[in-house]
């Protein structure tokens, strides 16, 4: 089963929907503004040159709630702000917003129309907005047509898990211990290959999509240490970790649990770098690596709220796999934030047990 047949964030804007439990991927956004700015000003040129007469934008995986326009927005704000500093003719814009096909469209509908007539105040501006269903792993958009691709928090996500590890019945987190140890450089080689798959797909793809000097600034999650054995070398682990402490309970199915693959794998700042010159449409700008609760303050985040950003990323995934029950989410969330709390606290935990990173990307099309 492919991710696009199952993933998608909680709709809607309950208790548990992603549209109220996606701070920390609003401050990523937030922290990609500066590398966005600079991208329009390269794509804009000086008041010297002209512009282009339209431009055509696309946010790859944008979900929906407030994150699914934040990167449109702030991008679409810098078109207009230089354009206005250099005395250039505003361009044409159209404005995509892309995500798999079970994403809440209805509930952004709404605000990509509103995003229109934020700029009512400007001489005639020409906004055209559209929403795209389908995988970023599948052309979205014809030959040469986007200027802007933007993409947050979204491409760690596979395709597919592994299909070698499934066929072989290699479960991707062993109950046991010992087996989980010995195998688990197996289980990250085949996770990386399979990225290497799908990534390279997608700057293939994007580079088919974008103009030539067209500009792309994405985000995904990345983890900092090359040792295939460290504990942390999986970017699925608090959820299996979580898992496990259900299904050692019988909350779960334990055989169920040895069946469950997440389709998620987060490289090194290395591996990315490597794909990028391997596949060689793409030269990098800038590469920035941050840590995604740097700057928040203990008021604005804590276990409790990163269980239910976990639980708003993961519950469509975990319930198509174990069946759709209220209980065990409730009971899936606590456990992560039990996990998360003990010892010296979550970010003690999180830098020890589960030390991912944001990595940042800045890069223009070169053939
Ligand atoms: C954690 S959310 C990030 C959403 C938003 N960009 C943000 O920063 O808050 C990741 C999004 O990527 C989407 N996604 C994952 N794989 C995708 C694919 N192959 N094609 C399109 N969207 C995908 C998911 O459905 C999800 O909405």
Request: proline share 5%.
């Amino acid at each position: 089963m492919s991710t696009k047949q199952i993933l998608h964030m909680n709709p809607g804007q309950g208790d548990t929907s992603y549209a109220r439990n996606s701070t920390v991927q609003k401050t990523e956004q937030d922290r990609m503004k500066t590398l966005i700015i600079e991208a329009i000003t390269g794509l804009c040129g000086l008041s010297s040159t002209s512009p282009p007469k339209s431009m055509a934008i696309a946010d790859l995986g944008c979900s929906s709630g407030p994150n699914a326009l934040t990167l449109v927005s702030t991008t679409v704000d810098a078109i207009y702000r230089h354009c206005a500093q250099h005395a250039q003719p505003l361009p044409e814009i159209c404005v995509f917003l892309n995500d798999l096909p079970n994403n809440d469209f209805n509930s952004i509908a709404k605000s990509l129309a509103s995003l229109k007539y934020n700029h009512d105040d400007l001489a005639d501006p020409v906004l055209i907005t559209g929403m795209i269903p389908g995988s970023f792993y599948e052309r979205l958009f014809p030959c040469n047509s986007l200027q802007f691709v933007c993409s947050s928090n979204g491409l760690h996500w596979l395709s597919k898990a592994p299909e070698d590890l499934k066929e072989s019945r290699l479960p991707m987190y062993d109950m046991d211990e010992q087996l989980r140890i010995s195998k688990r450089a197996v289980v990250a080689n085949s996770y990386a290959r399979q990225f290497k798959k799908d990534f390279t797909r997608f700057l293939n793809l994007r580079a088919q999509e974008l103009v030539p000097g067209g500009r792309m600034v994405i985000s995904l999650y990345g983890r900092c240490s090359d040792n295939p054995t460290s504990k942390s070398n999986q970017a699925w682990q608090v959820v299996a970790v979580a898992l496990n402490d259900m299904a050692s309970r019988g909350i779960i199915d334990k055989e169920k649990l040895d069946s469950f693959y997440i389709p998620l794998y987060a490289p090194l700042e290395k591996e990315v770098n490597e794909i990028i010159e391997g596949e060689g449409s793409f030269k990098i700008n800038k590469m920035q690596m941050r840590n995604p609760f740097s700057g928040m303050e203990d008021a604005l985040v804590g276990a409790k709220m990163i269980a239910l950003a976990i639980r708003a990323v993961f519950e469509s995934t975990i319930v198509f796999h174990f069946g759709s029950s209220d209980e065990i989410m409730d009971e899936f969330a606590m456990t992560v934030e039990r996990n998360l709390s003990s010892g010296s606290g979550w970010r003690a935990v999180l830098a020890a047990e589960y030390p991912l990173v944001l990595l940042c990307l800045s890069l223009t099309r070169v053939i």
